[in-house]
């Protein structure tokens, strides 16, 4: 099983990014999959999840600004990252969101700043 996250960058403050994550080895749809980063120094945190049956739920520190999606047709998940402010600057990955956990893999490095 692997999860491959992409789509992060440099952006600035203000500005917008779209993460991916694609499985493979797994049907994604198959499970509640959430988003998670990790920022130097911090332990990682969920910020959004999405359930199989589409329902989402975001962190507060979130909310409004990030919006998580499924791509069955894709086997992703995916998160669209509007507003970014500089203590979004972390690693994110994505998992599942109930019970164990998959390999985290590399994650994808998401850095807002001027």
């Known amino acids: 099983v692997q999860l491959q996250a992409s789509g992060g960058g440099l952006v600035q403050p203000g500005g917008s990014l779209r993460l991916s994550c694609v499985g493979s080895?797994?049907?994604?749809?198959?499970?509640?999959m959430g988003w998670y980063r990790q920022a130097p120094g911090k332990q990682r945190e969920l910020v959004a999840f999405?359930?199989?049956?589409?329902?989402?739920r975001y962190d507060s520190s979130i909310e409004g600004r990030f919006a998580i999606s499924g791509d069955n047709a894709n086997n992703a998940v995916h998160l669209q990252m509007n507003d970014l402010k500089p203590e979004d600057t972390a690693t994110y990955y994505c998992?599942?969101?109930?019970?164990?956990?998959?390999?985290w893999g590399q994650g994808t490095q998401v850095t807002v700043s001027s």
């Open positions: 998992n599942a969101y109930y019970g164990a956990k998959f390999d």
């Open positions: 080895g797994i049907s994604i749809s198959m499970f509640a």
């Open positions: 999405i359930t199989r049956s589409g329902a989402t």
